[in-house]
T-cell receptor
């Protein structure tokens, strides 16, 4: 079974630039999550989709972050404009059921200079 | 604020030593509990989970965890660690009363096992 795919694995940008991350979840998984993991901290949920609808985006900084999941499959997370404090690993995860095990991708490491 | 607390940020121990990592949560009500592990250079993966039933659950690689409801705890244990257990360990909780099952993580414990 293929896992959660994410790209790019690494990205370095300057502050005020924009960046986009892509995620393809495990086939058949209706729930998709984006987490932000800052060095030394646990992952923090940014946004959660059920199929192509948003069910939780309470911790998403909506002035600069946006995410979409068209057709209920893959998803894109965008940051525009980036700030220094956005330097983190962005993790995508998917699950078959809403309170079950999450399967994580390798993550996309963002460095903002 | 509701949270998940892990007692230690860093643990260093020798091979064959016993490991216990503490995890407490502050949610009321019914919860699902998880321990995830992240080996160096790898993605987060599930170590074990508790949904219901026997509060002592066994996971992969000889790990086990005990859910003590009265103490809001879900501590992870391994009787004898190996060098390959060097990793970061995360406790995570879903409160079942949340409509959409928001998984909250602790800050993680970095475990280093020395030969």
């Amino acid at each position: 079974e293929a896992g959660v795919a994410q790209s790019p694995r690494y990205k370095i940008i300057e502050k005020r630039q924009s960046v986009a991350f892509w995620c393809n979840p495990i086939s058949g998984h209706a729930t998709l999550y984006w987490y932000q993991q800052i060095l030394g901290q646990g992952p923090k949920l940014l946004i959660q989709f059920q199929n192509n609808g948003v069910v939780d985006d309470s911790q998403l900084p909506k002035d600069r972050f946006s995410a979409e999941r068209l057709k209920g499959v893959d998803s894109t997370l965008k940051i525009q404009p980036a700030k220094l404090e956005d330097s983190a690993v962005y993790l995508c995860a998917s699950s078959l059921v809403k309170v079950g095990e999450l399967f994580f991708g390798e993550g996309s490491r963002l460095t903002v200079l | 604020a509701q949270s998940v607390s892990q007692h230690n940020h860093h643990v260093i121990l020798s091979e064959a030593a016993s490991l216990e990592l503490g995890c407490n949560y502050s949610y009321g009500g019914t919860v699902n509990l998880f321990w995830y592990v992240q080996y160096p250079g790898q993605h987060l993966q599930l170590l074990l989970k508790y949904f219901s039933g026997d509060p002592l659950v066994k996971g992969i690689k000889g790990f086990e965890a005990e859910f003590i409801k009265s103490k809001f705890s879900f501590n992870l244990r391994k009787p004898s660690v190996q060098w390959s257990d060097t990793a970061e360990y995360f406790c995570a909780v879903i409160r079942l009363t949340d409509s959409w099952g928001k998984l909250q993580f602790g800050a993680g414990t970095q475990v280093v096992v020395t030969p």
